[in-house]
């Protein structure tokens, strides 16, 4: 079975400074591994994903996550952050190479940022 | 192109009643999943439909089901609603069934129970 934690349900960062959303999973097969933003009232939105190749993901609105196999993680961040960047983030995690959508998603950051 | 349509967006239902969400994926799209967002529980896995076949089930109970169109369109049903059922149901699309396909979201029907 996948499971996902992510450190922190809160992180407030200044506009301007770096992003960083830790994310930690758990899987018994080589894991697909997704983040996702959530906008007040909105569905989840894709940021980047991790299937295989290269482990440096760079995805929308200068995001970036680099998987860490050694240390089961896909951290997300970013270099300065945006007021547009307040929202919630999720991390999830899906079997590799297997049929089916069903991701497992992380608890979710919820993300402020402060002028 | 439209993006996933989630239909009605508020749902308002007491105890002991049943409910039908609805949902239209992008054009194309054969495979709709959902899940329930709750502030305890988190987003969690309900099912996942790929030409009008359940390919995967989460761990709810049989109350909750669903079903998908030739159209692939897609509904799911609650039936004897608990206060706990309350929440935001999200279904996602997608153009195939593989894990590594990104999932569009709708914005979600929010199910208040009272």
């Known amino acids: 079975a996948q499971s996902v934690t992510q450190l922190g349900s809160h992180v407030s960062v200044s506009e301007g400074a770096l992003v960083l959303l830790r994310c930690n999973y758990s899987s018994s097969v080589p894991p697909y591994l997704f983040w996702y933003v959530q906008y007040p009232n909105q569905g989840l939105q894709l940021l980047l994903k991790?299937?295989?190749?290269?482990?440096l993901v760079k995805g929308i609105n200068g995001f970036e996550a680099e998987f860490k196999k050694s240390e089961t993680s896909f951290h997300l961040t970013k270099p300065s952050a945006h007021m547009s960047d307040a929202a919630e983030y999720f991390c999830a995690v899906t079997k590799g190479r297997a049929a089916g959508n069903k991701l497992t998603f992380g608890g979710g950051t919820r993300v402020l940022v402060k002028p | 192109k439209a993006g996933v349509t989630q239909t009605p967006r508020y749902l308002i239902k007491t105890r002991g009643q049943q409910v039908t969400l609805s949902c239209s994926p992008i054009s194309g799209h054969r495979s709709v999943s959902w899940y329930q967002q709750t502030p305890g529980q988190g987003l969690q896995f309900l099912f996942e439909?790929?030409?009008?076949?359940?390919?995967n089930k989460g761990n709810f109970p049989g109350r909750f089901s669903g079903r998908q169109f030739s159209n692939s369109r897609s509904e799911m049903n609650v039936s004897t609603l608990e206060l706990g059922d309350s929440a935001l149901y999200l279904c996602a699309s997608s153009s195939r069934d593989r894990t590594n396909e990104k999932l569009f979201f709708g914005s979600g029907t929010q199910l208040s129970v009272l």
């Open positions: 439909y790929f030409s009008e076949t359940q390919r």
């Open positions: 991790y299937t295989t190749g290269a482990t």
